[in-house]
């Protein structure tokens, strides 16, 4: 590769703009080695380490930029971003606001300025943020975006949150979170045919999250399409705080259970657990021994609950099981349909 830092940068901003993240990081941080006092190398290097997830990594070399430039609007822009992605938020607005001071009319950064303030329940300022983007960019979809969230959020008129989605999507329309907002505001509303299919043109767009897919679920289950909802339903796993657990043992999947011991651990409140632990009694049907862990303080409740061998909340007093499985996944499993919720 050549030796000339600008030949390197071009290289890393093709990549970078290809999608190519490590790539470019490659390229811009021999760049940096070459020519260590250019601020904008920093700022190049820093957007291609967070758009590979580095994080930490893009916010020391965005720092390394402003010690070297300290009136570069764009560096502190930058380095706001990744603050609010740590969650780092009066630092994070503080850079913001020193992007302001050196670029006033930077939208973006007012927009995200925004952000910061919503993610600190400082819904006012954020909606004047938002509003001020529009002001300088009346094309800023992700400020009609933001704005829309916040709207729902604050549950004001859920016909203006839809509108304000809908003006998004017409200046960006591969905006993928734009369409998943919309639908999450029509499902609220009642609108659940056109909810769904917010979601599914979200999907189409960008194939790999599994969040649409997962609200895509929901609003199945609404609409009864029962076993369709349950298999989307996994996808909460990636998406939510929920997480799978026990992984050492295998996922009970439908595998014969005469003979076989299996662990159900429930995964949200109580009125879930209470819901679908019913459950149970099937698998006791299929010949299994059935334990089930559960938060602290619910084994009194679950006492005597019908197809349960044992109950346990405390994780390392659990015997080694054949199979594991969460309990809201069990009526996909069973194919659970309407007409035979058990």
Known sequence: MSEDPEALRLHGLRAYKAGNSEEAVQALAQAVAIDRNNASLYGDLGAALHAAGRVAEASDAFRRGLRLDARNASLYYNLGNVLREQESLDRSESCYL????????????????????EAGHRYAEARVCYRRALSLDENCAEAYNNLGNLTVKEGHDLAEAVALFERAIMIKPEYADAYSNLGNAL??????????????????????SRYYTFHASLVQLALGNIPLAWEDYDHRFYCTDNRLRHTSIPRWNGQDLKGKSILVYGEQGLGDTLQYIRYGKLLKSEGATVVFHCRPGMQSILQGVPGLDLIASDAQGLPRCDFQTPLLSLPRVFQTSISDIP
């Not at 006033?104 to 925004?114: R, S, T």
């Not at 499902?187 to 194939?207: N, P, V």
């Open 98 to 117: 020193a992007a302001i001071r050196l670029e006033p009319n930077h939208a973006y950064a007012h927009n995200n300025l925004g952000l910061t303030l």
């Open 187 to 208: 499902q609220e509303w009642g609108r659940f045919e056109e909810a769904l299919a917010s979601y599914e043109r979200a999907t189409q767009i960008d194939s790999n």
